[in-house]
């Protein structure tokens, strides 16, 4: 398991939800995989009640299956929920791309730039891993301009589905429109045509459809 920088200030109970949402949407802790208490809190150097704590909260998403006196088993890959939380994501993240193409200033069109142009970059020496995590600032950027960030907050809980699919994607079948979807929408808010940003949005969150086949004949274990 990936062992992560505990944040200033971060309680146990944050720092180990932060540590095993990441290693879980990375696919380090695979689906259908066994967790323990005691082993992750010594991993993380906490102590097993934080751990607890974040793993009932996972189970709440259904990401997580905790049994008493027993391991935790990370769930399998639920296309229902994965649907649903895409679903989410496209009502609010079409609101907040309209709102972004009304109210975006210059300095946050750049800062979206700059992001782009470190895909990019991600993209052509294939560091995958700071590609999904740049992807993942771009979308957090959008709440931000839009002034959404409690409802980001909220997204984020229930995406750990939809995310853990990307991620398998980005990974495995090399899905790397990403970039150009990203480009593609920042274009439309550049031009404030909050209509053709909507459009691309929902291609963008879309795309794991086109690989659920490739995935399931690579990784037929992971999926329930």
């Not at 066994?34 to 993380?44: D, G, H, I, T, Y």
């Not at 009932?56 to 296309?79: C, F, G, H, M």
């Not at 972004?100 to 891993?129: I, P, R, S």
């Amino acid at each position: 398991m990936k062992i992560l920088q505990r944040f200033p200030r971060e309680t146990g109970r944050e720092y180990a939800l932060r540590t095993l949402r990441e290693n879980i949407i990375s696919l380090t802790l695979e689906p259908g995989s066994q967790v323990s208490e005691n082993e992750l809190a010594a991993a993380m150097g906490i102590s097993r009640t934080p751990v607890r704590e974040a793993l009932i909260e996972l189970a709440k998403i259904n990401i997580v299956q905790v049994a008493p006196q027993k391991r935790s088993t990370i769930a399998l890959v639920d296309y229902k929920l994965v649907e649903e939380a895409r679903f989410l994501r496209e009502i609010l993240e079409c609101a907040v791309v309209q709102l972004v193409c009304e109210t975006a200033d210059e300095q946050q069109l750049l800062a979206l730039q700059k992001n782009v142009h470190m895909q990019k970059f991600c993209l052509e020496n294939q560091h995958f891993g700071e590609l999904f995590s740049l992807d993942e600032e771009f979308h957090a950027k959008l709440f931000q301009i839009a002034n959404k960030n409690q409802l980001y907050t909220m997204m984020k809980s229930i995406s750990i589905h939809f995310d853990r699919v990307r991620s398998m994607s980005l990974f495995t079948v090399k899905n790397l429109k990403m970039v150009q979807d990203h480009e593609q929408i920042l274009q439309a808010i550049s031009q404030k045509n909050s209509q053709q940003a909507m459009e691309y949005m929902k291609q963008h969150l879309a795309r794991y459809k086109i690989d659920e086949h490739q995935l399931r004949e690579r990784y037929p274990a992971y999926f329930a």
